[in-house]
């Protein structure tokens, strides 16, 4: 999406071309004149939508950390893991770097992208002026570059292909509540343009 400058203006975040804001019909995507960039799209009940997903992003968040991905058993070792387990391996073995990638990628970013989404949101949604709302959307769109757990998922599967061999390996709940939060997150994302977010944001704060 385009970065926020001012009120009534936007800046094409793929060639930095300004534009001032302007009014289109529902579901009518604006699109930058150089590049072809996206630059906003007008929804309907984006509030309520951004914030369902996001608030059921976070639940789901909770069982997806805590239940077991997989059951491996190798030469009768048998061993269930959960996400965090990959972090305590990292260390183990020595690889600080990747442990503390895993650690800030694949938890705290998407925990913090889903929060101040689904906390800006219900501010808008219910009209309650909740301290911090213009920092918590800046700091929402400056870690989603950052959340990285579909990354991880991509990993994952790919390491359950070269384990099928040597081990086997059976997937557990865990995994499903990863893939519903993936989902979930994806769906709160989708539906708030941050244009229109800001916009709404900056309507709302300063509506005395």
């Not at 305590?88 to 101040?116: N, Q």
């Not at 009209?127 to 918590?136: E, F, I, Q, W």
Request: aromatic share 16%.
């Amino acid at each position: 999406m385009s970065r926020r400058i001012q009120s009534d203006l936007i800046i094409c975040r793929d060639c930095d071309t300004i534009y001032e804001y302007k009014h289109t019909k529902v579901r009518q995507p604006v699109h930058c004149t150089v590049c072809g960039h996206h630059l906003y799209e007008k929804k309907t009940r984006f509030i309520h939508r951004g914030f369902s997903f996001a608030l059921t992003a976070l639940i789901l968040f909770i069982p997806a950390n805590l239940f077991s991905l997989i059951n491996l058993d190798k030469v009768g070792n048998n061993r269930n893991a959960v996400v965090f387990d990959g972090v305590i391996d990292f260390f183990r073995y020595g690889k600080v770097a990747c442990g503390i990638s895993l650690f800030l990628f694949c938890m705290i970013f998407p925990l913090i992208h889903s929060f101040t989404q689904a906390y800006v949101c219900f501010g808008l949604l219910y009209k309650v002026k909740l301290p911090g709302m213009v920092k918590a959307l800046k700091i929402h769109q400056k870690v989603a570059y950052w959340t990285m757990i579909d990354v991880y998922i991509l990993a994952f599967f790919v390491v359950l292909i070269k384990l099928g061999d040597i081990a086997h390996v059976k997937l557990m709940t865990g995994i499903f509540f990863v893939f519903a939060y993936l989902i979930a997150s994806l769906a709160a994302n989708y539906a708030c343009d941050n244009v229109m977010l800001w916009r709404r944001l900056r309507e709302f704060t300063y509506d005395e």
